[in-house]
């Protein structure tokens, strides 16, 4: 009876969003607390409807039929608008005394957990109404992913990924502290690049031909928010054996102040992660990697996160391995500083490899917060479409007297800091992206896997066969597994695999498993690890796709 009832509740709710799309019909925005007795399998449906996730609760557009239901099921809500049509909400802190208040002074605005509050107005566009120098996040006009996984304890013992990779020292190397500085003045000299006025656009035309200068292929995205336009700039590498699969770096160039029109130098917000992007850029381009780098210069962050949010929202389906937002990381208010990185759930093995990429790289103290209400700056959008997206950030709560100042100017930041963090990033984002080593193995490219479990009156026995596609300039293989996604791989093989399957007894039926594979040249050098994999039921065996996909690779196991 509950099943059927969770189905019915499902139903209705998906109905209502087909019969009322992007809140056309009678909708209200209400507030879901996590853990407020939603079963299981509508959980796992909420992204439907959900148009915010926060640490604490979900925000969500419900018609009257579908909030029925949820009484009905003993669902726990609070109506924070009966009219949300056509409206925009948007998310701002409220950890500052007295900012409530002023929100209230200029619209409505509702507390919806210790720090956040959402904030709307009867007309109009509500992100202008926000006090300026406060952050703000438009909330979502699209469903959003919302992730149910366990939430990792932030402050946990740091893991290890991998020793450091020469290579990767080696690049590393290149990234240059006067480089960084001149960066950051080259954007401070454009007076402002407050989102709406041309010395934005302007700035906007010289990181496209700093990018183009390093022979990446580089792009304007132009995008719409509160009645003007303004652009993304987009460069790319492309990857050599996943060109499908990205790794993006990114940061916010526009810049805000009390005078905003006419003064905002804004160098450490955000010139100083703009720069660190720039070097990336500039350090990465002479090299090949097995995955495509995406340089990303976001614009009219200050308003609202909308050019990160229009990037993000046309990505749906593509496959981004990870995203490192850089936002604010050049100022120090003691030194030694260290930088936090702040993730949602679905985001912490990219914040262990941060962790573990500062220390190798960057001789740099990093700490690891797992906050989903964290969403003022451009990781944000990524995490409401599903991807795995870190910010690199200098404090949380900031520190910076000069922060949306006239007075955040170069000679504010401190160099040795900001280096260090630029060269932790650029580490992360190279050892995601895999630089090809010359006399190595070329990178596997087909690894699959399926689960097999053998039941018997006394006894079950799980197993996951894993199998590739031999390549010519490989004398074996080697088999890596991890309960992490992307982080803390360990060898499963004693010896090298000479054949093209691997048997992997020690698992539990229930568990998850990830699973790379390098290969190994006849002198011994092992290549770079294979696109990631997490097995698939034996039953999917049936699936065409699938055997098609995996007939070779399976050929002799069952």
């Known amino acids: 009876m509950r099943a ?114 959402v904030f709307w107005t009867e007309s109009g566009r509500a992100a202008e109404a926000v006090p300026a120098g406060l952050p703000r996040k438009v909330l979502s006009s699209r469903p959003v992913r919302v992730d149910f996984k366990p939430i990792a304890a932030a402050g946990a013992p740091e893991l290890r990924a991998a020793a450091a990779d020469p290579l990767v020292e080696a690049i590393v190397a290149l990234v240059s502290s006067s480089n960084l500085s001149s960066d950051v003045q080259s954007l401070q000299d454009f007076q402002t690049r407050y989102a709406s006025t041309t010395n934005c656009e302007a700035a906007g035309e010289y990181l496209y031909g700093a990018f183009s200068a390093l022979g990446l292929d580089v792009r304007f995205e132009t995008f719409a928010f509160s009645g003007y336009t303004s652009r993304n700039v987009i460069a790319e590498k492309t990857g050599e054996t996943f060109p499908d699969d990205v790794v993006v770096i990114c940061a916010h160039y526009d810049s805000t102040s009390p005078s905003r029109e006419t003064l905002a130098p804004g160098a450490d917000d955000n010139a100083s992660g703009v720069a660190a992007v720039l070097e990336a850029a500039r350090v990465l381009a002479a090299y090949t990697f097995d995955f495509t780098v995406r340089f990303a210069a976001f614009s009219a962050e200050e308003w609202g996160l909308f050019g990160s949010r229009y990037h993000a929202a046309h990505q749906a389906g593509k496959r981004i391995v990870g995203v490192i937002n850089l936002d604010m990381i050049g100022y120090a208010d003691a030194m030694p500083e260290d930088v936090q990185i702040i993730v949602n759930s679905r985001s912490g093995w990219l914040a262990d490899r941060f962790l573990a990429a500062a220390s190798d790289y960057g001789s740099l103290n990093a700490t690891k917060t797992v906050d989903a209400s964290f969403v003022y700056s451009d ?69 699959f896997g399926l689960w097999d479990i053998y039941r018997s009156l006394f006894n079950t026995l799980s197993v996951v066969h894993v199998s590739w596609i031999g390549q010519a300039d490989a004398a074996g293989y080697n088999v890596y597994r991890t309960s992490t996604p992307h982080f803390g791989y360990v060898k499963i093989n004693d010896t090298p695999v ?56 399976f050929k002799g196991i069952r």
């Not at 019915?8 to 209400?30: E, T």
């Not at 910076?400 to 650029?426: E, I, M």
């Not at 992360?428 to 596997?444: M, S, V």
């Not at 498993?513 to 039953?539: F, Q």
């Open 4 to 117: 059927v009832k969770v189905f019915s509740l499902i139903f209705l709710v998906c109905a209502g969003l087909f019969l009322y799309p992007d809140g056309a019909g009678p909708a209200s925005l209400i507030k879901i607390p996590k853990g407020a007795g939603l079963p299981g399998p509508f959980l796992s449906r909420l992204p439907v409807v959900v148009r915010q996730e926060l640490e604490t609760c979900l925000l969500a557009l419900a018609d009257g039929k579908s909030m029925a239901l949820l009484r009905r099921n003993g669902v726990r809500f609070t109506i924070l608008e009966r009219n949300a049509n056509k409206k925009e909400f948007v998310l701002v802190p409220i950890a500052a005394p007295g900012t409530l208040d002023s929100l209230r002074s200029r619209g409505k605005a509702v507390a919806v957990e210790p720090g956040t509050a």
């Open 379 to 447: 990781h944000s959008p990524f995490w409401d479409n599903g991807y795995s997206a870190l910010v690199a950030t200098e404090d949380d709560p900031l520190t910076n007297p000069y922060y949306h100042q006239v007075s955040d100017t170069l000679g504010t930041l401190n160099p040795d800091f900001f280096t260090s963090g630029t060269r932790a990033s650029v580490g992360l984002l190279a050892e995601l992206a895999q630089p090809i080593k010359e006399g190595h193995p070329q990178t596997p490219v087909e690894l």
């Open 498 to 553: 000479t054949g093209t399957h691997f048997r992997d007894e020690d698992v539990s039926a229930g568990g998850t498993y990830y699973y790379v594979i390098t290969a190994v040249g006849p002198t011994g050098l092992e290549s770079n690890r294979s696109r990631e994999m997490v097995p698939a039921d034996l039953s999917v065996w049936e699936s065409p796709s699938v055997r098609s996909l995996g007939s070779q690779a």
